[in-house]
């Protein structure tokens, strides 16, 4: 008898915050997968606005009815996490070009480190596209509205 294999992903990022093109990616893969696991990564190239625990408690807040996501950190490799989670995916968003070039990039590094783990490319519908958590932050730091861009359970100093 072939044993069933989950097919589980992790979306991985800093989600500083997460905005609603991460959450509309999620749930429109969810019908894909098994689980997701929501992995916030460390990148040291990013200087983050929210401490990790914040950001873990929303993300858990926005899905806390979906038994399909799981919501975890990691402090190293995409793909040794995916490896030791048992995942066969890497679940990454796209907005434009450039991101494309930067994912693949990436993707190509998780490939080489010998993991079978394969990257699926999703873009976000078209009123999420020029949204990023960059973007997000700038309009909280200079006092902005911005709720319209992310979950409602994203409460910023209140």
Same mark, same amino acid.
């Given at each position: 008898?072939? +044993?069933?294999?989950? @097919?589980?992903?992790?979306?991985?990022?800093?989600?500083?915050?997460?905005?609603?093109?991460?959450?509309?990616? !999620?749930?429109?893969?969810?019908?894909?997968?098994?689980?997701?696991?929501?992995?916030?990564?460390? /990148?040291?190239?990013?200087?983050?606005?929210?401490?990790? =625990?914040?950001?873990?408690?929303?993300?858990?807040? !926005?899905?806390?009815?979906?038994?399909?996501?799981?919501?975890?950190?990691?402090?190293?490799?995409?793909?040794?996490?995916?490896?030791? +989670?048992? $995942? /066969?995916?890497?679940?990454?968003?796209?907005?434009?070009?450039?991101?494309?070039?930067?994912?693949? =990039? !990436?993707? =190509?590094? /998780?490939?080489?480190?010998?993991?079978?783990?394969?990257?699926?490319?999703?873009?976000?519908?078209?009123?999420?596209? $020029?949204?990023?958590?960059?973007?997000? @932050?700038?309009?909280?730091?200079?006092?902005?509205?911005? +709720?319209?861009?992310?979950?409602?359970?994203?409460?910023?100093?209140?």
């Amino acid at each position: 008898m072939k +044993k069933h294999t989950i @097919r589980r992903a992790v979306f991985p990022g800093t989600f500083d915050p997460m905005t609603l093109g991460h959450i509309d990616i !999620i749930n429109r893969a969810l019908p894909m997968f098994d689980e997701i696991i929501v992995a916030i990564g460390t /990148n040291t190239d990013k200087k983050r606005l929210f401490d990790l =625990q914040k950001r873990l408690g929303w993300i858990r807040e !926005i899905f806390k009815d979906n038994p399909k996501i799981v919501v975890d950190h990691y402090p190293g490799l995409t793909a040794d996490f995916c490896h030791y +989670k048992e $995942a /066969n995916y890497i679940l990454r968003g796209i907005r434009n070009v450039t991101d494309f070039e930067y994912e693949y =990039q !990436i993707a =190509q590094v /998780n490939r080489a480190l010998g993991h079978d783990v394969e990257t699926i490319f999703m873009m976000p519908k078209p009123e999420f596209s $020029a949204i990023s958590s960059k973007f997000v @932050r700038d309009v909280i730091i200079y006092g902005g509205d911005y +709720k319209k861009f992310v979950h409602d359970a994203i409460q910023v100093g209140e």
